[in-house]
């Protein structure tokens, strides 16, 4: 029986876009659903009863929530095409860390980016490059994070990218000039089919980000 | 070559208690470190740069951060005795989501408890009680929440009981009138050797407790 795989998304959320790259990895198919987060459908109030988020990943009719949780979920049930987790139990360990670390940290960090204005958003900006300036010494030399192949973290970040066009503008400043490797890893993964089908468009994004600060009353 | 393993600790933290629960499971010898938080020594500074805290577990000399990573990280590795987590990918992921659902809620809340007073804290304890009465809830009638022998949750959950008696003295409340089955379930926790020698005794993290309260000039 084939399987049945529905994604609860909402389309420029970085946490969705993860889920959206791991199942892109594994070659699956999929029914992608958006989701109104002012208006939530009943499957997503089903399946995720206890925080009520998105993405939810519905694998013949059973709910997995959390992204990080997915995508090792589907890494381990969809475990004989393109590994996401390294096999050794240290080198799984240092990727959940990054990608726990990039959870803590970017997520928090990128809203308090647009959130500020003034010295709080220029303390808040140097914060922010330094984190990436510590993913970018933890890449090193290699080509992804994963090492020579597309992996946990490598899944993890790039969601994060596709949000960084909009902090530079918001910001008005240059991860290129400060993290150049990062920016160079970034294009690498987006030559990717299962990267660059699951991001969204730039601009698109940024005319969501626009919505998204009047709702915030943001100037 | 016998293993060498150390754990970098602080006694009243319910996240080392979780690592110390987890090797006792495993019949792990460890050597183990108290740190001093005020004054963090090179070693805990060269094995957690990141985030500079504790639990750290340092395995042949290489680190492990991050309690819940760290109790997975030994699960992986000293696979053949007790496993923590369930061999389905399912399972493992609604395990993962209850550990991850105690992290983002109880270390907050109860803190709340213990540090607010008004009104804050009678929302800090409402929230509370709501939680640990949706653990119950997933507890069921199993008498773990790993089923018939302790696993995942349970060890995530555990060490935060021995933080109970702080809770309810400085909140005024008891949490036994509220959630009955969770507190069977945590003295039926206790009588496993491996959850006894690791927590400590909760008159003893109340004086903690107080000590800081002291300190932060809460009264």
């Not at chain 1, 694998?59 to 992204?67: A, L, Y």
């Not at chain 2, 602080?10 to 005020?38: C, H, I, N, T």
């Not at chain 2, 990918?89 to 803190?111: N, S």
Request: proline share 5%.
């Amino acid at each position: 029986m084939a399987d049945e795989i529905i994604l609860l998304d909402f389309w420029p959320s970085m946490f969705g876009m993860k889920v959206r790259i791991a199942l892109a990895e594994k070659g699956l198919k999929y029914e992608y659903r958006d989701e109104d987060l002012f208006n939530k459908g009943p499957l997503l109030l089903e399946m995720n009863p206890i925080h009520k988020k998105i993405p939810v990943l519905i694998h013949n009719g059973k709910p997995i929530c959390e992204s990080q949780i997915i995508v090792q979920y589907i890494d381990e049930v969809w475990k004989d095409k393109s590994p996401l987790l390294p096999s050794d139990p240290y080198h799984r360990a240092q990727a959940r860390f990054w990608a726990d670390y990039i959870d803590k940290k970017l997520h928090l960090l990128g809203k308090r980016l647009w959130r500020t204005k003034g010295e709080e958003q220029e303390a808040n900006k140097k914060e922010y490059i330094e984190c990436l300036k510590l993913l970018e010494g933890e890449l090193g030399d290699k080509p992804y994070f994963g090492g020579e192949n597309f992996g946990f973290v490598d899944v993890n970040l790039m969601p994060y990218f596709s949000w960084l066009y909009v902090f530079e503008i918001a910001a008005n400043f240059s991860i290129e000039a400060e993290c150049p490797k990062l920016i160079t890893w970034a294009k690498r993964c987006m030559e990717k089919e299962s990267v660059s089908t699951s991001l969204p468009d730039r601009q698109k994004l940024y005319d969501f980000f626009l919505q998204l600060k009047k709702w915030h009353g943001i100037e | 070559m016998a293993d060498e393993i150390i754990l970098l600790d602080f006694w009243p933290s319910m996240f080392g208690m979780r690592v110390r629960v987890a090797l006792a499971e495993k019949g792990l010898k460890y050597e183990y470190r108290q740190e001093d938080l005020r004054n963090k020594s090179p070693l805990l500074l060269e094995m957690n740069p990141v985030h500079k805290k504790i639990p750290v577990l340092i395995h042949n000399g290489k680190p492990i951060c991050e309690s819940l990573i760290i109790v997975q990280y030994i699960d992986e590795v000293w696979k053949d005795k007790s496993p923590l987590l369930p061999s389905d990918p399912y399972q493992r992921a609604q395990a993962r989501f209850w550990a991850d659902y105690v992290d983002k809620k109880l270390y907050e809340l109860g803190g709340k408890i213990w540090s607010t007073k008004g009104e804050e804290q009678e929302t800090g304890k409402k929230e509370f009680i709501e939680c640990l009465k949706l653990l119950e809830g997933e507890l069921g009638e199993k008498p773990y929440f790993g089923g018939e022998k302790i696993g995942f949750v349970d060890v995530a959950l555990v060490t935060f009981s021995c933080w109970f008696y702080a809770y309810e003295t400085f909140g005024n409340f008891s949490i036994e009138a509220e959630c009955p089955k969770l507190i069977a379930w945590t003295k039926r926790c206790m009588e496993k050797e491996s959850v006894s020698s690791s927590l400590e005794d909760p008159h003893k993290v109340h004086g903690f407790i107080m000590g800081m309260r002291k300190r932060f000039g809460i009264e």
